[in-house]
């Protein structure tokens, strides 16, 4: 059942091209020019309409819902705000029928989303899932919706859920540029075909593979980890430093790159492990001073690049290329590594990988 795999995590990240694949099929229409999503196209004076998006969800989902602000906004110029669904549902938001909201969940159980969702719905805001267990409480509790199709997620460790919710929220908000008129034709088309080679680039993102595995044994013991990452990539730092606390214990940090100086930089010396996201545009040159100011610190830096980067790879201790993409689609690519990295890292330290202590997959109760 784990396909030869010793973990369903790991089997879970290796069927990422697939998964994308099987998200965007029939949606993603690059010979036609056309995105085509029944539950968006549906409701699409709702969207047009609104005056805001406001997205509600839980870890991995709400960090889904973070690289889904920035793509919208990017986008579709939207004005887009990300709750927490936990923190939504009780502090009496202000919230109407101008407001959409766009609840995230793969399992469609957490009671926390769903519970958001009631209250936007009886203050009259439309609301649409993006879900990823069909016929799921948020899934019917929803008035429209968009599924992703990855496919049962078995390991407590989100990972194909996190980039298929990605690969919808970025159909969505192509949609909705294009029914607005924000971005021209070329730029449309452009990001149509980008997103369609992005399974082809994940596969080759997860030929590092052997490297990470490398790079693993170097910070098994490390006690703590700090992710970095800006723009876009931003939300694949908390990501990362999720995923590696929640199957190896071991205590990790995400933070926006320039919030270092900010405080945790007083944490950096020769004992922290440092990863950061510094991809090619994006605030690269800002990303790369950041670099500098850990590496004058003596931390130890693990840097996730573009193929080919010569800036950073000399300053870094270590680098771990992904393809290039437009810069709004990197996420789908820097969070490979770091998938791999805690993995690896999670099982050099014994630990249970698919079942970690004190989680469960789908958390329905508050
Ligand atoms: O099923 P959901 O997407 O609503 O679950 C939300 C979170 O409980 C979930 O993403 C959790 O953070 C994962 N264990 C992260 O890997």
Same mark, same amino acid.
């Not at 799921?136 to 509790?141: L, N, V």
């Not at 730092?237 to 995923?243: D, M, V, Y």
């Not at 810069?327 to 014994?350: C, D, G, K, W």
């Given at each position: 059942?784990?396909?030869?795999?010793?973990?369903?995590?790991?089997?879970?990240?290796?069927?990422?091209?697939?998964?994308?694949?099987?998200?965007?099929?029939?949606?993603?229409?690059?010979?036609?020019?056309?995105?085509?999503?029944?539950?968006?196209?549906?409701?699409?004076?709702?969207?047009?309409?609104?005056?805001? &998006?406001?997205?509600?969800?839980?870890?991995?989902?709400?960090?889904?819902?973070?690289?889904?602000? +920035?793509?919208?906004?990017?986008?579709?110029?939207?004005?887009?705000?990300?709750? +927490?669904?936990?923190?939504?549902?009780?502090?009496?938001?202000?919230?109407?029928?101008?407001?959409?909201?766009?609840? &995230?969940?793969?399992?469609?159980?957490?009671?926390?989303?769903?519970?958001?969702?009631?209250?936007?719905?009886?203050?009259?805001?439309?609301?649409?899932?993006?879900?990823?267990?069909?016929?799921?409480?948020?899934?019917?509790?929803?008035?429209?919706?968009? +599924?992703?199709?990855?496919?049962?997620?078995?390991?407590?460790?989100?990972?194909?859920?996190?980039?298929?919710?990605?690969?919808?929220?970025?159909?969505?908000?192509?949609?909705?540029?294009?029914?607005?008129?924000?971005?021209?034709?070329?730029?449309? %088309?452009?990001?149509?075909?980008?997103?369609?080679?992005?399974?082809?680039?994940?596969?080759?993102?997860?030929?590092?593979?052997? %490297?990470?595995?490398?790079?693993?044994?170097?910070?098994?013991?490390?006690?703590?980890?700090?992710?970095?990452?800006?723009?876009?990539?931003?939300?694949?730092?908390?990501?990362?430093?999720?995923?590696?606390?929640?199957?190896?214990?071991? %205590?990790?940090?995400?933070?926006?790159?320039?919030?270092?100086?900010?405080?945790?930089?007083?944490?950096?010396?020769?004992?922290?492990?440092?990863?950061?996201?510094?991809?090619?545009?994006?605030?690269?040159?800002?990303?790369?001073?950041?670099?500098?100011?850990?590496?004058?610190?003596?931390?130890?830096?693990?840097?996730?690049?573009?193929?080919?980067?010569?800036?950073?790879?000399?300053?870094?201790?270590?680098?771990?290329?992904?393809?290039?993409?437009?810069?709004?689609?990197?996420?789908?690519?820097?969070?490979?590594?770091?998938?791999?990295?805690?993995?690896?890292?999670?099982?050099?330290?014994?630990?249970?990988?698919?079942?970690?202590?004190?989680?469960?997959?789908?958390?329905?109760?508050?």
């Amino acid at each position: 059942e784990k396909g030869g795999y010793d973990h369903f995590m790991l089997k879970e990240i290796y069927e990422q091209p697939d998964a994308i694949v099987d998200t965007y099929r029939g949606r993603l229409l690059v010979d036609e020019g056309i995105i085509r999503m029944a539950g968006v196209d549906d409701n699409i004076e709702k969207f047009l309409n609104a005056n805001r &998006i406001i997205i509600v969800a839980c870890g991995t989902s709400w960090h889904a819902g973070l690289v889904a602000e +920035y793509i919208f906004e990017e986008f579709a110029r939207i004005p887009v705000e990300v709750e +927490y669904a936990s923190e939504f549902r009780y502090r009496n938001p202000v919230i109407n029928e101008k407001d959409v909201v766009i609840a &995230i969940s793969q399992s469609g159980e957490t009671a926390d989303t769903l519970a958001a969702i009631k209250l936007a719905k009886e203050n009259g805001a439309f609301v649409f899932g993006v879900c990823n267990v069909v016929g799921s409480s948020i899934a019917r509790e929803t008035d429209a919706g968009a +599924y992703t199709h990855a496919g049962p997620e078995i390991g407590v460790a989100s990972t194909k859920a996190f980039t298929t919710q990605i690969t919808v929220l970025s159909l969505i908000a192509l949609t909705l540029a294009k029914a607005k008129g924000k971005l021209s034709k070329s730029d449309y %088309h452009l990001y149509l075909n980008e997103l369609e080679l992005i399974p082809k680039k994940v596969l080759k993102a997860l030929t590092a593979n052997e %490297h990470i595995i490398k790079i693993s044994e170097t910070y098994k013991d490390a006690s703590n980890f700090l992710y970095l990452g800006r723009g876009f990539n931003f939300p694949v730092a908390l990501e990362g430093a999720l995923k590696l606390k929640e199957i190896s214990y071991i %205590h990790a940090e995400g933070y926006p790159a320039a919030e270092m100086k900010h405080g945790p930089i007083a944490l950096i010396d020769e004992q922290m492990p440092v990863v950061v996201i510094a991809t090619k545009k994006g605030h690269y040159e800002k990303v790369v001073s950041n670099i500098q100011e850990i590496k004058s610190r003596h931390g130890k830096i693990i840097a996730v690049v573009t193929e080919g980067d010569i800036m950073v790879s000399e300053l870094a201790d270590h680098v771990i290329e992904v393809p290039e993409t437009v810069e709004a689609f990197t996420p789908l690519l820097t969070t490979i590594p770091l998938q791999l990295l805690s993995y690896h890292i999670a099982v050099m330290r014994n630990c249970n990988v698919d079942q970690p202590r004190n989680l469960a997959k789908s958390v329905t109760v508050e």
